[in-house]
């Protein structure tokens, strides 16, 4: 990590402390100490404290997220919503079985923490969502299902999909995201069997 410039070091280490530990349980000290940067560089690169860093580190999680959708879009063998769902929910269970269930989604941790106490945070959250959202519905709309119910099927796919990953976490057990590809295969994929009746 240290070839990084330091403060994409210390987002990218605030990021990945957040899905172990969430916001209150992670302080500036730590992050400095897991991103291996100077102990000034906090002050000089993040003037407004913590809730600038954690900003940042939250965009970043989106941004991270849509991306990952669009590599599970571009690895599906078969394009179907119910396959990118799949290849979704796959990234994430090879994941918790690597490390040992210990992580979550950062976004999920801070609207937890901070959802009531911090507009801005919960601000940046709700667009780091948002951005995860967008890219979802776009890859939905490539494989026919129309814009609509792609935004619909966007929303579903996230929601059970973090649900499931606070259940596998709660349980140290794959089966509610094995639970969640199973049943909704069938309603992610309705909207293209309903295009192609005659």
Request: hydrophobic share 45%; with cysteine.
């Amino acid at each position: 990590m240290a070839e990084r410039p330091a403060r994409d070091r210390m987002v990218y280490s605030a990021a990945q402390l957040l899905r172990t530990q969430g916001l209150r349980g992670t302080g500036m000290r730590e992050v400095v100490t897991h991103a291996e940067a100077p102990r000034g560089s906090l002050q000089h690169y993040f003037p407004g404290g913590k809730e600038q860093l954690f900003g940042e580190a939250i965009g970043w999680a989106g941004r991270y997220a849509a991306r990952r959708a669009a590599r599970a879009f571009e690895s599906l063998p078969e394009r179907t919503p119910s396959a990118l769902f799949a290849a979704m929910v796959g990234q994430w269970r090879a994941e918790l079985i690597e490390l040992g269930y210990s992580g979550g989604c950062p976004l999920v941790a801070t609207v937890a923490d901070v959802a009531a106490e911090s507009d801005a945070l919960r601000e940046r959250a709700s667009e780091a969502f948002a951005q995860w959202r967008r890219r979802l519905v776009t890859a939905l709309d490539e494989l026919g299902v129309p814009r609509p119910r792609a935004e619909s099927l966007a929303v579903l796919m996230i929601s059970a999909l973090e649900g499931a990953l606070v259940l596998a976490r709660a349980d140290r057990d794959l089966t509610p995201l094995d639970t969640v590809v199973a049943e909704l295969a069938p309603v992610l994929d309705a909207p293209l069997r309903r295009r192609v009746r005659p």
